[in-house]
C-alpha cells in the first residue's frame, strides 16, 4: 500500500489539492524560493513609505 501525500492550496479566487509528492515537492520549493527573495519586513515598510513619499 502506497502513503498518500496530499495538500490542500487556497486563495481568493481558487483551490488546488495536490496529490503527487513530485508537486507537492515543486511547490513547496517555490514557495521556500519566494520566502528567501522576500524583503524582511522592516525593509518592506521601508520600502512602501519610500514609495509613498515619491508619489507625493
Given at each position: ?34 520566502r528567501a ?20
Open positions: 500500500m502506497q502513503d498518500r501525500v496530499g495538500d490542500h492550496l487556497t486563495d481568493e479566487q481558487f483551490g488546488l489539492y495536490l496529490e503527487d509528492a513530485a508537486d507537492v515537492r515543486r511547490y513547496v520549493s517555490v514557495f521556500d524560493y519566494l527573495a522576500a524583503l524582511s519586513p522592516a525593509d518592506t515598510a521601508t520600502m512602501l513609505m519610500d514609495t509613498q513619499n515619491n508619489l507625493a
